[in-house]
């Protein structure tokens, strides 16, 4: 069984930093693109920002130039740097991922973590 868990959520004040933590685990060939999304109360799961596995980025123009992601295949863990957060960027931060599986074979699937949720207030 394949698990994604995600931690280093809290309470920020605007213009700090988390840097929130992807990690995966169980019987795991290898891990394909890895995203995070957010989701604020009462709206839709928003994409923050995507990773492939050659490291090519994305981010949603709401985070560019504040938000880093990067993963560490190794640990098989993805992580996204939050800087200058602002009282927009509270929701629960999700992790999804793509995992190849060993299960008598290699096979793809989709996976998501439980959520960590992030506050930026003064």
């Known amino acids: 069984q394949v698990q994604l868990v995600e931690s280093g959520g809290g309470v920020v004040q605007p213009g700090g930093s988390l840097r929130l933590s992807c990690a995966a685990s169980?019987?795991?060939?290898?891990?394909?693109?890895m995203g995070w999304y957010r989701q604020a109360p009462g709206k839709q799961r928003e994409l923050v920002a995507t990773i492939t596995s050659g490291a090519e980025t994305k981010y949603a123009d709401s985070v560019k130039g504040r938000f880093t992601i990067s993963r560490d295949n190794a640990k098989n863990t993805g992580y996204l740097q939050m800087n200058s957060l602002k009282p927009e960027d509270t929701a629960v931060y999700y992790c999804?991922?793509?995992?190849?599986?060993?299960?008598?074979?290699?096979?793809?699937?989709?996976?998501w973590g439980q959520g960590t949720q992030v506050t930026v207030s003064s």
């Open positions: 999804k991922a793509i995992i190849t599986v060993v299960r008598g074979g290699f096979y793809d699937y989709q996976y």
């Open positions: 169980g019987s795991i060939k290898s891990i394909n693109d």
